[in-house]
C-alpha cells in the first residue's frame, strides 16, 4: 500500500521569501501525485497534479512541484510567497494500478507567512 | 454548480446522541468519500464508495456507518457518538475514467461531541 510522509508539521516564512515544501511517498511504482492546499476553515482545493510525462508541474496561485523517482519525492516550490498562501498544504498519493481506490494523504504542513 | 455541499456546517451533540451527516455533489461523480481532520493527524478515510449502492470501509470506520442509495448524495451516521468523534469530517467526490482525476472537497462539517 502506498504511503505519504510530508516531514515538516510547520514552516514559517518571510513575505517575498522563497517556499519548498517536502514531500515523499512510498509506492512500487510510479504514483499519481497531487498537492492540495487547505484555508482556515476551507475544503481543500487542488494545486497540482503529476500523472505523467514532463517532471516539472506547474499549478495554480504560482506554485509548481517536481517529481524526482530516485528520490521518491514530490516537492512543491513557490519563488515568492504571499501573505496569502499561508493555509495548511497537502501531498497526496492515488495508485497507478487501481484507479479506484482512495487518496492517501500526508498529515499536512502548515505554512505560517510573517512580513 | 454547486459542486460537493455538506448538511449541516456545525453540529454539536451529547454523548451517545445519533446523527447524519449529508454528502450531496451535483457532478455526477461515481466516487465519493468521508474523512476527518484531526489536529497532527491530517486526513483520514472513514469510509467510501465507488457507486450507487456500494461502500468500503476506509482507516478508521469503526463508529461510522455509511449509504450510497442515491448516486449524488453519501450520508455518514454516527448511532452513538463518542467525545473522540469530536474532528471535522469532510465529503470528496471524483469522477471515474482514465487515469486519476483529482477529488472535489466539500467546505467540511465541524463537529463537536460533548
Known amino acids: 500500500a502506498q504511503s505519504v510522509t510530508q516531514p515538516d508539521i510547520h514552516i514559517t516564512v518571510s513575505e517575498g521569501a522563497s517556499l519548498e515544501l517536502r514531500c515523499n511517498y512510498s509506492?512500487?511504482?510510479?504514483?499519481?501525485l497531487f498537492w492540495y492546499v487547505q484555508s482556515p476553515g476551507q475544503g481543500l482545493q487542488l494545486l497540482l497534479k503529476y500523472f505523467s510525462g514532463d517532471t516539472l508541474v506547474q499549478g495554480i496561485k504560482g506554485f509548481e512541484a517536481e517529481f524526482k523517482r530516485s528520490q521518491s519525492s514530490f516537492n512543491l516550490r513557490k519563488p515568492s510567497v504571499h501573505w496569502s498562501d499561508a493555509a495548511e498544504y497537502f501531498c497526496a498519493v492515488g495508485d497507478r494500478i487501481s484507479g479506484n481506490t482512495p487518496l492517501v494523504f500526508g498529515k499536512g504542513t502548515r505554512l505560517s507567512v510573517i512580513a | 454548480n454547486a459542486g460537493v455541499t455538506q448538511t449541516p456546517k456545525f453540529r454539536v451533540l451529547k454523548t451517545g446522541q445519533s446523527m447524519t451527516l449529508l454528502c450531496a455533489q451535483d457532478?455526477?461523480?461515481?466516487?465519493m468519500y468521508w474523512y476527518r481532520q484531526d489536529p497532527g493527524m491530517g486526513l483520514r478515510l472513514i469510509h467510501y464508495s465507488v457507486g450507487e449502492g456500494t461502500t468500503a470501509k476506509g482507516e478508521v470506520p469503526d463508529g461510522y456507518n455509511v449509504s450510497r442509495l442515491k448516486k449524488q448524495n453519501f450520508l455518514l451516521g454516527l448511532e452513538s457518538a463518542a467525545p473522540s468523534q469530536t474532528s471535522v469530517y469532510f465529503c470528496?467526490?471524483?469522477?471515474?475514467?482514465?487515469?486519476?482525476?483529482?477529488?472535489?472537497f466539500g467546505p467540511g462539517t465541524r463537529l463537536t461531541v460533548l
Open positions: 470528496a467526490s471524483r469522477p471515474p475514467g482514465q487515469g486519476y482525476n483529482e477529488q472535489f
Open positions: 509506492y512500487g511504482a510510479t504514483p499519481y
Open positions: 457532478m455526477n461523480h461515481e466516487y
